[in-house]
């Protein structure tokens, strides 16, 4: 027979791929030297574990010891934010993923073998028979049982793979942003909702995809397979494609008149992760998609007349929640439906000597035989009555022809705990746990039954499968957040002296530990559990329902379900009995007493206020033995609760909080909310039993304490004046820092109470489930945890609280205006080039030199000219006869001048008018906030508005020709023909 060569599309070099020592290289083979420094296990190899309960927990696998005499071995994992690992049972154990490397380097081989529990060996034949003798890549020969091996498919040292990635973000393009994916150590991810990515894989027409992708939230997405790389965005449709359709992930693939949709699985039965394998035939529109371990989860050819042409690029579309790319691999496959030729009816002889197969070669023929032997690297065949020789580089796929499974039989359970570990390099291993330190894991292999070391800066993905599987209880439990961390448990009491920090946290069915200084999340101390039933759930419930048809262990599987019964701390003599007795519950339920008293580091506290003088706010609370404060680290105070929580409209806040320039230098520094919603801005002398002394305008006002309902104090205003003297608040907040960075070996922790106040403390012990430590400014604390809602552990920029409600008030310097230039002139754009111009007139409040109100929303119906002025500006001076000159041109029924002052007072502004002897209506900008909304910042400025509310001209300066300017806009505005000179 002719030997039949390489096919020159099996060379293609792999992307992204280079040869590296093989996994299964290090069986029986103890490592010799330290592989990595402790800084790369703790960066690179840091990963997640994942519970049976939809918990997660960031970190790496520390030393364990795997005892077969233990009822459920224990899986020890390091946090870093903990002084010592958990350790988790195996039963309660789902899988660990670890991120990948930024270079993945695949295992040399000639072949690979994959197996009916979904492992995927790689190296030679050796032998046919049973079991198959084979010669592992870097190991010594080993006996491969025949009937788990499902296929064989060339793997020639990784460069039958077509590609492998996802690869550097640079690689790929996008029809929108290309950064909003982010690239990180191997895995592509998005958050952006409708986020679009594609590449040109040069996928082969009969190809085999292997994907893996996984979400957070839920998922919205499309994968197209076989696009367009020119134009996907107008071929993903027609391609076969992947899309989530309500709770399914199906497959798609239209063409033309037809479509073919078909579920691939439910989201529920997921996760947050689909691993499939595609074997598409896109000339063809047939597609095949099998789990990890070969199972077929659906296929369907469309029925098209003639075949159409096959596309080479892969497409991703994120509609929403956020999705990661972690692994994408192309193969080259056989043909899906294939035509044996007729030598393959004598191989229906169950009688014939050999492995019954179905062959496929790299020239795309295909027969079915009985694999007999391998003679100088030829594969012998028996294909009916002809024996073949085909050299082992022709070899595609071969394909082991199995007995199938009684329909009736029940699943096999798992005798023993087991695991199946996936590589970065494309390795799957099945086994049972023997051994793991920070470096590897020992393993002993189902398949082969030999030991196996694999490092662990080579996994991807651990499954763990037990033979009895357990669900950590959630209800009841505390629920601590992290980054990348998930755990539900509780919050256990420490004596005084537990080192590094008094707080230990027991997740639900293993060991407590610890919290180091450095750990920066929250505790959820009465979380909503969520009745959604993982994945793994639902796969336990399968086991547990054939298992108690086979082995009638009801009363057993109860037992594990049910919750383990609460630990509660024996009583102690000493110290600890001491502090038992003092706080009891009815203390808990003094210190919860009071007004809340906000803090400028975020505090709040309940408590009375009893005075407040000009260093210092005196005050009680249940919650702290300390009686004051300095009242700069006050942000406010609520005296009664009688008052209800003030409604203002943006016009009446942006008028409290612009400081006129006249009192820049003394801006108000205080805000007096009333009883009745009345508010006042001031500076607060002093707070007595009875009443509070402020002053106002330079006025000292006594205000009885009974009609006082809030008192906040103002943030000063943002002045970007380099020599600008520190204020308080600059004061208070570094006063803040510098006591936060006291101890860097404590752990802070802000509890956030059940009615909305906030307190922090450093705690020293947890006595009957009350904190127990010290505030910066409080002192001594007592936080019972019956009493919160949440408590943030790790050191918090509190200054700028998302949910403060005080933050609002940040006081603004009114705008300084300056004198404009002469202005007038022959320019015919004049008055036109405000960005005010055309649009609607802002709108203010304010009050004529009368003392009657004027609001610009009144004034609709008339056109209307404002004129901003002030008394010191020359120009204003020379300008306002002109503007009043002109205006009296017009019915005062259809035009009306306004002249606005800008924050001066009434005295100073009748002298001046009675001087230069004209009398406009004058309305006051005390505070500068109708000049900030016209951008006066340049005097005089005029500005035309029409009856229906748009601003038409706005002239800046003065000059000869504004008057005649100014009449000619007036025209304008009403419809009239202008004036003819």
């Known amino acids: 027979m002719k030997t039949i060569e390489n096919h020159d599309r099996m060379k293609r070099p792999t992307t992204a791929v280079t040869a590296s020592m093989p996994l299964l290289g290090w069986i029986l083979v103890s490592l010799t030297a330290p592989l990595f420094t402790a800084?790369?296990?703790?960066?690179?190899?840091?990963?997640?574990?994942?519970?049976?309960?939809?918990?997660?927990?960031?970190?790496?696998?520390?030393?364990?010891?795997?005892?077969?005499?233990?009822?459920?071995?224990?899986?020890?994992?390091?946090?870093?934010?903990?002084?010592?690992?958990?350790?988790?049972?195996?039963?309660?154990?789902?899988?660990?993923?670890?991120?990948?490397?930024?270079?993945?380097?695949?295992?040399?081989?000639?072949?690979?073998?994959?197996?009916?529990?979904?492992?995927?060996?790689?190296?030679?034949?050796?032998?046919?028979?049973?079991?198959?003798?084979?010669?592992?890549?870097?190991?010594?020969?080993?006996?491969?049982?025949?009937?788990?091996?499902?296929?064989?498919?060339?793997?020639?040292?990784?460069?039958?793979?077509?590609?492998?990635g996802p690869g550097s973000r640079d690689d790929w393009e996008s029809n929108g942003q290309l950064e909003s994916w982010v690239d990180s150590k191997g895995t592509l991810e998005t958050s952006t909702s409708m986020a679009t990515i594609f590449r040109d894989l040069k996928l082969p027409r009969l190809a085999r995809v292997e994907l893996d992708i996984a979400w957070e939230g839920k998922p919205n997405f499309v994968i197209a397979v076989g696009v367009d790389p020119e134009s996907p965005e107008n071929t993903w449709a027609d391609a076969f494609h992947i899309e989530v359709w309500d709770d399914d992930i199906v497959a798609v693939w239209e063409d033309g008149s037809l479509a073919g949709v078909e579920s691939i699985a439910k989201l529920k039965e997921l996760g947050n992760r689909l691993q499939v394998t595609l074997k598409i035939d896109q000339a063809n529109r047939h597609v095949t998609i099998e789990s990890l371990r070969g199972e077929t989860l659906t296929q369907y050819t469309l029925p098209i007349k003639k075949p159409r042409v096959a596309q080479t690029g892969i497409y991703f579309r994120n509609i929403d929640g956020t999705l990661r790319i972690r692994s994408l691999q192309v193969l080259h496959a056989t043909d899906l439906t294939p035509k044996s030729n007729d030598t393959a009816e004598a191989s229906e002889n169950s009688d014939e000597a050999g492995i019954e197969t179905s062959v496929h070669l790299t020239n795309g023929e295909a027969f079915q035989g009985h694999w007999k032997g391998i003679e100088d690297n030829l594969w012998q065949f028996q294909a009916g009555e002809e024996e073949r020789s085909i050299h082992a580089d022709q070899i595609m796929v071969m394909d082991l022809v199995q007995n199938a499974p009684e329909k009736d039989s029940e699943p096999e359970l798992p005798s023993l705990d087991q695991l199946q570990i996936r590589t970065f390099d494309g390795m799957r291993l099945s086994g049972s746990l023997q051994q793991i330190d920070e470096q590897s894991l020992r393993v002993v292999a189902e398949a082969t039954q030999g030991e196996v070391e694999i490092p662990i800066s080579s996994i991807d993905t651990i499954d763990f499968q037990a033979s009895k599987p357990s669900v950590p209880p959630q209800h009841g439990q505390m629920r601590l957040e992290l980054e990348g961390t998930r755990l539900h448990g509780r919050l256990l009491d420490a004596e005084p002296d537990t080192?590094?920090?008094?707080?230990?946290?027991?997740?639900?069915?293993?060991?407590?530990?610890?919290?180091?200084?450095?750990?920066?999340?929250?505790?959820?101390?009465?979380?909503?559990?969520?009745?959604?039933?993982?994945?793994?759930?639902?796969?336990?419930?399968?086991?547990?329902?054939?298992?108690?048809?086979?082995?009638?262990?009801?009363?057993?599987?109860?037992?594990?379900?049910?919750?383990?019964?609460?630990?509660?701390?024996?009583?102690?003599?000493?110290?600890?009995?001491?502090?038992?007795?003092?706080?009891?519950?009815?203390?808990?339920?003094?210190?919860?007493?009071?007004?809340?008293?906000?803090?400028?580091?975020?505090?709040?506290?309940?408590?009375?206020?009893?005075?407040?003088?000009?260093?210092?706010?005196?005050?009680?609370?249940?919650?702290?033995?300390?009686?004051?404060?300095?009242?700069?680290?006050?942000?406010?105070?609520?005296?009664?609760?009688?008052?209800?929580?003030?409604?203002?409209?943006?016009?009446?806040r942006e008028r409290l909080l612009t400081v006129p320039r006249n009192r820049k230098n003394s801006p108000p520094t205080h805000l007096l909310i009333a009883n009745n919603g009345d508010m006042m801005r001031c500076r607060l002398v002093s707070l007595t039993e009875f009443a509070a002394e402020v002053e106002s305008r330079l006025e000292t006002i006594t205000i009885p304490r009974n009609v006082i309902s809030q008192i906040i104090w103002l943030k000063p205003p943002i002045d970007t004046e380099k020599d600008q003297e520190p204020t308080d608040e600059d004061a208070s907040q570094k006063i803040a820092a510098d006591e936060t960075d006291v101890d860097s070996d404590a752990l802070t922790v802000q509890g956030k109470m059940l009615d909305g106040n906030r307190l922090s403390l450093v705690p020293e012990s947890v006595i009957n489930q009350t904190l127990i430590g010290e505030n910066f400014f409080l002192g001594p604390i007592r936080l019972p945890l019956a009493n919160c809602e949440e408590l943030y552990l790790g050191v918090r920029n509190d200054f700028e609280l998302a949910d403060d409600p005080h933050a609002i008030w940040q006081l603004v310097n009114a705008p300084e205006p300056i004198i404009g230039d002469s202005g007038g002139g022959d320019d015919s754009m004049a008055g036109t080039r405000s960005p005010l111009v055309g649009h609607p007139a802002p709108d203010f409040k304010l009050k004529t030199l009368d003392g009657e109100p004027f609001r610009i929303a009144d004034q609709t119906g008339r056109t209307l000219v404002l004129d901003f002025w002030a008394t010191w500006c020359g120009p204003c001076m020379q300008a306002m006869p002109v503007i009043e000159e002109a205006v009296a041109e017009f019915d005062p029924e259809q035009v009306r001048l306004v002249a606005v002052n800008l924050q001066e007072s009434a005295?100073?502004?009748?002298?001046?008018?009675?001087?230069?002897?004209?009398?406009?209506?004058?309305?006051?900008?005390?505070?500068?906030?109708?000049?900030?909304?016209?951008?006066?910042?340049?005097?005089?400025?005029?500005?035309?508005?029409?009856?229906?509310?748009?601003?038409?001209?706005?002239?800046?300066?003065?000059?000869?020709?504004?008057?005649?300017?100014?009449?000619?806009?007036?025209?304008?505005?009403?419809?009239?023909?202008?004036?003819?000179?």
């Open 39 to 164: 800084e790369l296990l703790a960066d690179e190899l840091s990963g997640i574990l994942r519970l049976n309960n939809g918990d997660y927990v960031q970190g790496q696998f520390s030393a364990s010891e795997m005892n077969a005499e233990e009822a459920s071995p224990l899986v020890n994992w390091q946090h870093a934010g903990f002084a010592t690992p958990f350790s988790f049972p195996f039963a309660s154990l789902a899988s660990t993923t670890f991120p990948p490397p930024s270079e993945i380097k695949a295992t040399p081989g000639q072949f690979a073998f994959e197996l009916l529990n979904g492992d995927r060996l790689f190296g030679n034949v050796v032998e046919v028979g049973d079991p198959l003798m084979v010669s592992l890549t870097g190991g010594e020969t080993s006996e491969l049982p025949l009937a788990m091996v499902r296929q064989i498919f060339r793997w020639d040292d990784s460069r039958a793979m077509v590609f492998q």
């Open 907 to 981: 005295e100073d502004i009748r002298n001046t008018l009675d001087r230069i002897g004209v009398s406009p209506e004058v309305v006051l900008d005390i505070d500068g906030v109708a000049a900030g909304r016209y951008q006066a910042n340049a005097i005089p400025q005029t500005v035309v508005i029409d009856a229906e509310g748009t601003v038409t001209r706005v002239f800046v300066g003065g000059g000869s020709k504004l008057g005649e300017q100014l009449a000619d806009a007036i025209r304008e505005t009403l419809g009239k023909p202008a004036k003819q000179n």
């Open 499 to 652: 080192q590094p920090t008094a707080l230990r946290f027991e997740p639900s069915g293993t060991t407590a530990s610890v919290m180091r200084p450095n750990l920066q999340g929250k505790l959820v101390l009465r979380p909503k559990v969520e009745t959604t039933k993982s994945a793994t759930e639902l796969r336990i419930e399968r086991l547990q329902k054939i298992r108690q048809t086979l082995k009638k262990q009801n009363a057993v599987v109860r037992a594990q379900n049910r919750p383990a019964p609460a630990i509660r701390p024996a009583a102690k003599p000493g110290v600890w009995n001491v502090f038992s007795k003092v706080f009891d519950p009815q203390a808990n339920l003094k210190a919860i007493a009071g007004r809340p008293i906000y803090l400028k580091t975020g505090e709040v506290i309940p408590g009375k206020v009893i005075s407040i003088d000009e260093q210092d706010v005196t005050f009680e609370s249940g919650m702290t033995q300390k009686t004051k404060l300095p009242r700069e680290q006050i942000r406010a105070i609520h005296l009664n609760s009688t008052g209800s929580e003030p409604v203002i409209d943006e016009q009446e």
